[in-house]
Nanobody
Framework: QVQLVESGGGLVQTGGSLRLSCAVSGGTFANYAMGWFRQAPGKEREFVAALSWSGQNTYYADSVKGRFTISRDNAKNTLYLQMNSLKPEDTAVYYC???????????????????WGQGTQVTVSS
């Protein structure tokens, strides 16, 4: 059974940084594209960043481009999201997810992911 567990969330001031981690167990982590999504209160879950299975291709939402960096360590079965220059509008629960199909590219669509973590809260104070 595939399990994803996020960590690293917390409370930070505007302009601060956080690094989220997503530890993946079960399956072959290196064979799957991964993504980060977030959901703020009263809003739909939205795409943040994605990474191809090879790690060579990344894609970011316009709202985080230049501030967030997605990466993976296949030896540790872990996905990361480095978040810099945080803004109050980045406040949300952040989720990592694994793509449904192996050896696929990145995707912005929640429907292309079938395994999700429980989420970690990120709060940015103004």
């Amino acid at each position: 059974q595939v399990q994803l567990v996020e960590s690293g969330g917390g409370l930070v001031q505007t302009g601060g940084s956080l690094r989220l981690s997503c530890a993946v167990s079960g399956g072959t982590f290196a064979n799957y594209a991964m993504g980060w999504f977030r959901q703020a209160p009263g809003k739909e879950r939205e795409f943040v960043a994605a990474l191809s299975w090879s790690g060579q291709n990344t894609y970011y939402a316009d709202s985080v481009k230049g501030r967030f960096t997605i990466s993976r360590d296949n030896a540790k079965n872990t996905l990361y999201l480095q978040m810099n220059s945080l803004k109050p509008e980045d406040t949300a629960v952040y989720y990592c997810a694994r793509r449904r199909l192996s050896y696929s590219g990145y995707s912005m669509s929640t429907g292309d992911y079938n395994y999700w973590g429980q989420g970690t809260q990120v709060t940015v104070s103004s």
